[in-house]
Nanobody
Framework: QVQLLESGGGLAQAGGSLRLSCAVS????????MGWFRQAPGKEREFVAS????????QYADSVKGRFAISRDNTNNTLFLQMNSLKPEDTAVYYC????????????WGQGTQVTVSS
C-alpha cells in the first residue's frame, strides 16, 4: 500500500508561484505512475499532471501546460508540482495520487493541500 502526504500549499497572488510536494512511502515506485489532481469548490476533481516514475515521462492538462511542471526525486521518493504564473482559477485543493502504471484508475490518494490564488 502506498502512503501519500502532500505539503506546500498556501496563498499566492496571481502571477506568483508555489511548489507542492508529495512524500511517498510504502512501495517501490518503478512500476507506478504518479499524478496531481485538483478540486475547486462546487466542481468535480480534475486531472492536472502525471509522471511515469520509471523515466519521468510527464503528461499535463491543457489548462496548466507551460505553467506547471511535474517532477520526482527518485532518491527521496518525493513528487513535486512546480506551479508558475498562477491564476485565480487555479484555486483548489490539490491531491497527490498513485497507480500502477498499467491501471486505469488511481487507487491511492493523499489528504490534499489547499492552494488559493488571489487576484
Amino acid at each position: 500500500q502506498v502512503q501519500l502526504l502532500e505539503s506546500g500549499g498556501g496563498l499566492a497572488q496571481a502571477g506568483g508561484s508555489l511548489r507542492l510536494s508529495c512524500a511517498v512511502s510504502g512501495r517501490t515506485l518503478s512500476s507506478y505512475r504518479m499524478g496531481w489532481f485538483r478540486q475547486a469548490p462546487g466542481k468535480e476533481r480534475e486531472f492536472v499532471a502525471s509522471i511515469r516514475w520509471s523515466d519521468a515521462w510527464p503528461q499535463y492538462a491543457d489548462s496548466v501546460k507551460g505553467r506547471f511542471a511535474i517532477s520526482r526525486d527518485n532518491t527521496n521518493n518525493t513528487l513535486f508540482l512546480q506551479m508558475n504564473s498562477l491564476k485565480p482559477e487555479d484555486t483548489a485543493v490539490y491531491y497527490c495520487a498513485a497507480k500502477v502504471a498499467i491501471s486505469v484508475q488511481y487507487h491511492n490518494w493523499g489528504q490534499g493541500t489547499q492552494v488559493t490564488v488571489s487576484s
